[in-house]
C-alpha cells in the first residue's frame, strides 16, 4: 500500500514537472515570437556634425505605426541616448503630432518647434530619422509634415516621399575624405571680373577635409599664372564646412567683409560656390559668417541663400 501511495506521489511530481517545463517553454517561445525586429538608430555626436549608430531590438512587432512611434520615442528619449558620444536626434521642443502609414507612405506630423531649428541642425534630423525608420517593414517612404503642411527645402520645395537611399551619412561622405583628389579650382582673372578654371591635385586628411582644402587652396595663385589672382580677401578663415544630403555649409570668418582689389564681389563669392560646386555638379553652397547668415555682403545680395554653380562668370577659352 505505501509503495502504492508513493509511486502515485512521485508520478504526480514528475507531472507536475513536466507541465511546468512545458509551460515555462511556451512562455519562451511566445517571448521569442514577441521580439521586435533589430534596427539601428541613427543618433547625433556630440558635437551635432555626425551620426553615432546604435542598435535596437524593438518591442512592438509587424506594425509599422507603432514600430515607427517605438523609434521616434527612442530617438527623442535622453535615456536611450544616456551616453557620452551622442546626443537625442529629435529635440525636445520639437512635438510629434501623429505618424500615419498608409500604402507604404509614412507622414510624420511635427508641431511649430520644428520650424525653429537652424537648417543644419532640420537636416542632420531629418536624415537620421529617415533612416532609422525606414528599416521598418512595410514604410517605404516618408513624408514629414508641420501641423498639416509639407516641410519644405531651403528652395521652397516640398520634401515628400523619402527614402534610405537618399539619406547621405559619414559612411557615404568617404569620397571627399579621400587623401589626394584632383579637383578645378576657380580663381579671378586679372581685371577681377571673370572665373577662370585651374586644375589641381589636392590633399585631404581627416584633420583636413577636401572641402576645407580647396578653399583654402584658392587663396593662393598658381605660381607663374600672371593672368590668375586669389579671389579671396586677405585673411579669410575657413571656420567650418559640412555637407548635409546636397547642400554645403561654410562658415567663414568676418574678414570676408573685406574688399578684395581690383575683384568684383561675385566673382569672390562664386569661386568658392564654383570650385564647390564642381566637386559634384549637385552640391548647393550655403554660407555663413561667424555661424550668423547674412543676406548682403558689399553690395551681393542674396547671400544667406543656398547658391549653385554659375557658368556666365566663368571666361571662355
Avoid at 559668417?289 to 547658391?307: C, K
Wanted: hydrophobic content about 40%; overall charge negative.
Amino acid at each position: 500500500m505505501n509503495k502504492l501511495r508513493s509511486g502515485i506521489i512521485l508520478f504526480l511530481i514528475m507531472a507536475a514537472m513536466a507541465a511546468c517545463l512545458a509551460a515555462c517553454g511556451s512562455e519562451g517561445k511566445e517571448e521569442k515570437e514577441h521580439k521586435g525586429r533589430e534596427v539601428t538608430l541613427y543618433y547625433l555626436n556630440v558635437d551635432e556634425d555626425d551620426y553615432v549608430a546604435v542598435d535596437y531590438r524593438l518591442s512592438q512587432v509587424d506594425n509599422p505605426e507603432k514600430e515607427s512611434q517605438e523609434i521616434i520615442g527612442l530617438l527623442s528619449s535622453k535615456d536611450e541616448a544616456d551616453r557620452s558620444d551622442c546626443k537625442v536626434t529629435i529635440p525636445e521642443e520639437v512635438a510629434v503630432n501623429s505618424i500615419q502609414v498608409k500604402d507604404g507612405k509614412e507622414q510624420i506630423d511635427f508641431g511649430a518647434g520644428y520650424q525653429q531649428m537652424e537648417p543644419v541642425q532640420e537636416a542632420m534630423m531629418r536624415l537620421a530619422v529617415v533612416r532609422s525608420i525606414c528599416q521598418v517593414k512595410g514604410v517605404d517612404s516618408i513624408t514629414f509634415t508641420v501641423n498639416g503642411e509639407p516641410v519644405q527645402d531651403l528652395n521652397g520645395k516640398a520634401i515628400k516621399d523619402m527614402t534610405e537611399d537618399k539619406v547621405l551619412l559619414s559612411d557615404e561622405f568617404d569620397r571627399i575624405y579621400e587623401q589626394e583628389k584632383e579637383v578645378t579650382l576657380y580663381y579671378s582673372d586679372s581685371k577681377g571680373s571673370k572665373l577662370i578654371p585651374w586644375p589641381e591635385k589636392i590633399k585631404a586628411s581627416d584633420n583636413e577635409p577636401l572641402l576645407g582644402a580647396v578653399l583654402k587652396a584658392l587663396k593662393k595663385a598658381p605660381k607663374g599664372e600672371d593672368s590668375m589672382i586669389s579671389p579671396l580677401p586677405e585673411g579669410v578663415v575657413i571656420n567650418q564646412t559640412q555637407i548635409v544630403g546636397n547642400i554645403c555649409y561654410v562658415d567663414l570668418s568676418s574678414e570676408i567683409n573685406n574688399l578684395v582689389p581690383e575683384v568684383e564681389e561675385e566673382i569672390t563669392i562664386y569661386a568658392m560656390v564654383n570650385t564647390i560646386a564642381s566637386l559634384d555638379n549637385n552640391y548647393l553652397v550655403q554660407f555663413t559668417v561667424e555661424g550668423e547668415r547674412i543676406a548682403s555682403i558689399n553690395g551681393f545680395n542674396g547671400f544667406d541663400l543656398p547658391l549653385a554653380f554659375n557658368t556666365d562668370l566663368v571666361r571662355e577659352k
